[in-house]
């Protein structure tokens, strides 16, 4: 099992998917990889009993980020895409009452989830984020497949044949040095690249409709959030703020002052992290745990840069992308691998490059904007509280939002001529996250999660 595939090309479809919350890593992965197992495992005849078990980060934090139930979901045959995140209680309660889960969506079996669903804390050697699923046969015959959970809501299997790797991209790249020099020497911009490149794939229409839709998903994600209410599941006794925040904000009334502008852009944030916390629909941006950041950041874009318009959107999601994907190749997205800094670090170095870029800025401009706004998350580590994608995460996504705009203007005030090179920054977060000691990567067993009483 590979950690990541930094050989095989991502399409933008892998970094921006529409799922449900609270966590890309630990409740989309695990739902993919019990979907399909369980599509595997009811192939041919259908096992007596199966069973999952949670290692390392998905065992220590699973309960808190509902790795349990997606498991439970994903066996049953739904996806992250397509479940509605409203009828999920009453599905999961269904097979805890009853005992017996529909393989696949299919014929119930048995389902003894003290006795079928384990979490064992012991990290498997290949990635913090392991699960193996096993099915045992009425002949005795048994079944058995190992999973990571990557980041960002990609799965890994152990052992599986390496994915496709002949598709050709227009303009590949693996570096930001080699982004640069592509667009310097074809006259491209960044997002014009990534627009080509996704033409292995689908038709560049395609790719716009597609990106029209995670905008889409995001704005409503924003808008539901600032109509909900109430405490957040879990135990913490977290209050949703977005709505008061927003009631707050209407009711000053006349023209908006400099200062409201970030009290905007955080309710905005507020309002995606409170959704994802509750279990909602949201998009991962590049995860969950950061889904607010790019979301906050676009609705800055929309709503205070005149001229904005969904050409614009497409050119911000554009540019954010190639920048994950750098990410993704070169570094990990995973919390459980880089901490916060693989997470909100990243979402706000992406948002940091599509802001600049819908600003007008030149290329090494975007680089820029996308290396400062790395560069001052380094370091930041996962300590959720109670295991719980709340604190510090919710807030945390308000900060990624304010320090990519900050970032993206700073950028915008230079040449584009910088001494610390976006490929330098991530080199460097992956060997921070590299040396960073397990306890802060997705544990709960330090910093905040420990330093914190729970009520
Ligand atoms: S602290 Fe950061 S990385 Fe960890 S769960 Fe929260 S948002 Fe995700």
């Excluded at 045992?136 to 079944?143: H, K």
């Amino acid at each position: 099992m590979t950690v990541s595939e930094p050989t095989v090309p991502v399409s933008i479809a892998e970094l921006f998917t529409i799922g449900i919350g609270p966590s890309s890593s630990h409740t989309v992965g695990p739902m993919r990889a019990a979907r399909r197992f369980a599509a595997l495992a009811a192939a041919d005849q259908l096992p007596v009993r199966v069973r999952c078990t949670l290692h390392g980060s998905l065992a220590l934090t699973g309960r808190g980020h509902a790795t349990d139930t997606a498991v439970l979901l994903g066996l049953a045959g739904w996806e992250p895409e397509t479940i509605d995140p409203d009828a999920v209680p009453a599905i999961v309660a269904g097979i805890r009452e009853s005992g017996r889960l529909p393989l696949d969506g299919a014929t119930e079996i048995a389902f003894d989830e003290a006795r079928d669903l384990v979490l064992d804390p012991s990290f498997l050697a290949d990635h913090p984020n392991g699960m193996v699923f096993e099915a045992v046969f009425a002949d005795g015959d048994r079944l058995t497949r190992r999973y990571a959970s990557i980041g960002g809501g990609a799965i890994v299997e152990a052992g599986a044949p390496a994915r496709q790797t002949n598709v050709s991209l227009r303009h590949d790249f693996a570096s930001a040095a080699e982004l640069l020099a592509l667009g310097k020497d074809r006259s491209l911009t960044i997002a014009e690249i990534v627009r080509a490149n996704e033409e292995a794939w689908r038709p560049a229409a395609e790719t716009d409709a597609l990106l029209d839709r995670v905008h889409q998903a995001m704005s409503a994600c924003i808008d539901r959030g600032l109509t909900q209410d109430g405490v957040l599941p879990g135990g913490l006794g977290v209050r949703r703020r977005a709505r008061a925040l927003h009631d707050r904000l209407n009711a000053r009334g006349g023209p908006i002052e400099p200062a409201d502008v970030f009290e905007w852009v955080s309710l905005w944030a507020l309002a995606v992290n409170e959704e994802n916390a509750a279990g909602g629909r949201v998009v991962t941006a590049p995860t969950n745990g950061a889904a607010g950041v790019i979301p906050a950041v676009l609705r800055y874009y929309t709503t205070f840069v005149p001229g904005a318009d969904a050409a614009g959107v497409r050119r911000f999601l554009y540019t954010a992308a190639a920048i994950g994907l750098l990410y993704k190749k070169r570094a990990s997205i995973s919390a459980a691998e880089m901490g916060c800094q693989g997470e909100v670090g990243v979402a706000c170095s992406m948002a940091a490059a599509g802001l600049a870029a819908v600003l007008g800025a030149s290329n090494m401009q975007v680089e820029n904007a996308a290396e400062i706004g790395m560069e001052h998350n380094l370091g930041l580590t996962c300590d959720p509280v109670g295991g719980l994608v709340q604190i510090p995460c919710i807030e945390r996504n308000t900060m990624g939002a304010v320090k990519a705009i900050n970032a993206a203007y700073l950028a915008l005030r230079g040449d584009g001529a910088h001494i610390v090179s976006l490929d330098a920054v991530i080199e460097t977060m992956r060997q921070t996250g590299v040396d960073m000691q397990s306890r802060y990567k997705e544990t709960s067993q330090g910093g905040l999660a420990v330093n914190v009483v729970e009520c």
